[in-house]
């Protein structure tokens, strides 16, 4: 194996001493142009690569985010994270990556880790906003798709309650009286909040409660909406809803493969809302109704959020986005019975 480059061989290279290129490395402009280019051009002949573990070491710090992400196989937090990357890149951070998958003992070994690698702040959407194992103990965190019910750190979400108000007030309003929603587990607090829209939804437009019929699922993947799309054709033709409000767009998406498969039509047979506005949404066989998210938006706030932390007069902020329906095929204006 060749063995690695250290300082003092791009030294030796470059006829100069190890402080200078150390300088060079570290603070370029107390170092003679001249100069500091033999050095540059020692490092790129001999492939010398900063040990930058070390340096962290030293400093007591390191030059690294992480986002603890809630379920990697949605696109949603794909598209936030590539906005926490961006802000990233911008601060000349770097970025890590893990994957919960709503799990939280899978979550607590990451926050272990993520602690003793000293990263410069972590941001999640955890499993659980409210539990203990999210504790800074030194380190930043901002929660990034949930709120900090006390106060105690920063968080970045979107207000959910109304983007369930706007999805069922929708369906109300293009005529439909029996409404389904799609979602689970009620452990997760945006299924939770999207729900208490829709409810508020009913209740403004005078409707009862029982208008409303709750399909809860294990999870928010497509399969799962699949499986709810059987359960709703198989509930009696008398109080059978015709339009659904799903509490992601992957719910939607597994519910519309599944009308298709029961040889049901959206939105004929029954109209279809889903929520985050994912880019799959626009593009599905009838292009999906959905409740837009500033996706990206929402992961470049809560990393400048982080980024604050460490200033003297650092305030704990919670910033909450502002959803929006975006109406496509998969919904449609169902006329109302005529009154005699």
């Given at each position: ?10 030294a ?18 107390v ?37 603890v ?13 590539r ?27 990451y ?18 906003a ?7 103990r ?5 929660l ?14 979107v ?29 997760i ?40 799309g ?42 279809v ?21 500033p ?27 502002q ?6 095929a ?9 009154t005699?």
């Amino acid at each position: 194996m060749k063995p690695s480059v250290g300082i003092r061989d791009v030294a030796q290279h470059a006829g100069v001493s190890n402080a200078t290129v150390s300088n060079v490395l570290n603070r370029p402009d107390v170092v003679a142009p001249a100069t500091r280019q033999r050095v540059l051009a020692a490092i790129e002949q001999l492939g010398f690569v900063r040990n930058e573990s070390a340096r962290q070491l030293r400093a007591g710090r390191s030059r690294v985010i992480a986002y603890v992400v809630l379920d990697a196989a949605n696109p949603f937090f794909t598209d936030v994270a590539r906005g926490v990357e961006d802000a990233a890149r911008e601060a000349g951070l770097a970025l890590f990556l893990c994957n919960s998958a709503s799990d939280d003992g899978r979550e607590r070994e990451y926050l272990e880790l993520l602690h003793e690698q000293r990263v410069e702040g972590i941001l999640i959407t955890p499993v659980d906003a409210e539990s203990a194992q999210i504790a800074e103990r030194g380190t930043p965190v901002v929660l990034v798709d949930r709120e900090a019910a006390d106060g105690s750190r920063c968080s970045v979400a979107v207000d959910d309650v109304l983007g369930g108000e706007l999805a069922v007030t929708h369906l109300i309003e293009s005529g439909h009286t029996r409404i389904a929603m799609v979602g689970g587990p009620l452990s997760i607090q945006q299924v939770r909040d999207r729900r208490e829209g829709a409810m508020r939804a009913l209740t403004n437009a005078g409707l009862p409660a029982d208008a409303l019929t709750f399909l809860e699922t294990r999870s928010l993947q497509v399969a799962e909406g699949r499986e709810a799309g059987e359960r709703l054709v198989g509930l009696p033709a008398s109080r059978r809803p015709t339009a659904a409000f799903c509490a992601n767009d992957l719910l939607a998406l597994g519910l519309l493969q599944s009308m298709t498969q029961q040889g049901l039509r959206v939105p004929d047979d029954l109209a279809v809302v889903g929520y985050d506005d994912i880019e799959f949404a626009a593009a599905a066989a009838v292009p999906l109704t959905s409740v837009r998210q500033p996706r990206e938006q929402l992961g470049r706030t809560a990393a400048q959020l982080l980024l604050t932390e460490n200033e003297p007069d650092h305030e704990h902020r919670h910033v909450k986005f502002q959803p929006e329906l975006v109406v496509r095929a998969s919904t449609a204006v169902k006329r109302r019975a005529a009154t005699t």
